[in-house]
C-alpha cells in the first residue's frame, strides 16, 4: 500500500537554527498538509498546499514556517529561528483530493535545545 | 467551548467487550467527520469516514447526529491489538482540507 514518507524521523536542532523537514506524498496525490502534536497534546493543522501554493493555514503557521514543493516528489516545511516551544512531532499527510480522506506519515519528532 | 471534545478515558475493558466512545462538536456547519486512531508516540490513521446514515466496518459502527453535533464509534469484540487512542476528526466549513482533531479518547483493552 501506498505511503507518505518523512524525513529524518528524528531531528534535534539548537534553538534558534532552521530546520527543514521532508515528506514524500503519495504519488497520485495533490493536496498536501503539514499538521504537528506537541507531547500530550492534541494533533493540530498547520498549513495546506495544492497546485504549488498555500490554499489554507492556521494561526500556527506564521512567518517563522515555510513550505515548498522543490520537485515532483518532495514537500518540505521550513522553520526558521526555531524555539523551545517548536519541539513537537510534525506529521505530514496527502490527499488525492480535498474531499478524500488525508493519510499522514510517520511523523519527524523536532527536539530544540 | 473546544470546537472537538472527547472524553479522555482512559477505558480500560476486557478482550471481546463492546465499548462505545463519544465525540461533540460546537460548529453546526462541519462537513466531514471521521474516527482516527493513533498508537503511542505514531501517526494518525484513519480507522473510518463518518456518515449521517451510520455505517459499519466490520466490528466497528460509526454514527452522526448533526441536530445533536455528536459523533459516536461503537467497538464490538475488543481485541488487544484495539488499544490505541481514538481521536475524533471533523472538517469546519470553509475550510474543507483543514482537520480539526479531539484530543483523543485511550482505550486499553486487557487480555
Known amino acids: 500500500e501506498p505511503e507518505v514518507t518523512q524525513t529524518p524521523s528524528h531531528q534535534v536542532t539548537q534553538m534558534g537554527q532552521e530546520v527543514i523537514l521532508r515528506c514524500v506524498p503519495i504519488?497520485?496525490?495533490?493536496?498536501f498538509y503539514w499538521y504537528r502534536q506537541i507531547l500530550g497534546q492534541k494533533v493540530e493543522f498547520l498549513v495546506s498546499?495544492?497546485?504549488?501554493?498555500?490554499?489554507?493555514k492556521s494561526e500556527i503557521f506564521d512567518d517563522q514556517f515555510s513550505v515548498e514543493r522543490p520537485d515532483g516528489s518532495n514537500f518540505t516545511l521550513k522553520i526558521r529561528s526555531t524555539k523551545l516551544e517548536d519541539s513537537a512531532m510534525y506529521f505530514c499527510?496527502?490527499?488525492?483530493?480535498?474531499?478524500?480522506?488525508?493519510?499522514f506519515g510517520d511523523g519527524t519528532r523536532l527536539s530544540i535545545l | 467551548r473546544k470546537e472537538v471534545e472527547q472524553d479522555p478515558g482512559p477505558f480500560n475493558v476486557p478482550e471481546g467487550a463492546t465499548v462505545a466512545f463519544n465525540c461533540t462538536y460546537s460548529?453546526?456547519?462541519?462537513?466531514?467527520f471521521f474516527w482516527y486512531r493513533q498508537d503511542c508516540r505514531k501517526e494518525p490513521k484513519l480507522l473510518m469516514s463518518?456518515?449521517?446514515s451510520g455505517n459499519e466496518d466490520g466490528r466497528f459502527t460509526a454514527q452522526l447526529n448533526r441536530a445533536s453535533q455528536y459523533i459516536s464509534l461503537l467497538i464490538r469484540d475488543s481485541k488487544l491489538s484495539d488499544s490505541a487512542t481514538y481521536l475524533c476528526?471533523?472538517?469546519?466549513?470553509?475550510?474543507?482540507?483543514?482537520?480539526?482533531f479531539g484530543s483523543g479518547t485511550q482505550l486499553t483493552v486487557l487480555p
Open positions: 499527510a496527502s490527499s488525492q483530493n480535498s474531499n478524500q480522506p488525508q493519510h
Open positions: 504519488s497520485n496525490h495533490l493536496y
Open positions: 498546499f495544492y497546485n504549488n501554493e498555500i490554499s489554507e
Open positions: 460548529n453546526s456547519a462541519s462537513q466531514s
Open positions: 463518518v456518515y449521517s
Open positions: 476528526v471533523v472538517t469546519l466549513s470553509g475550510s474543507a482540507r483543514q482537520l480539526t
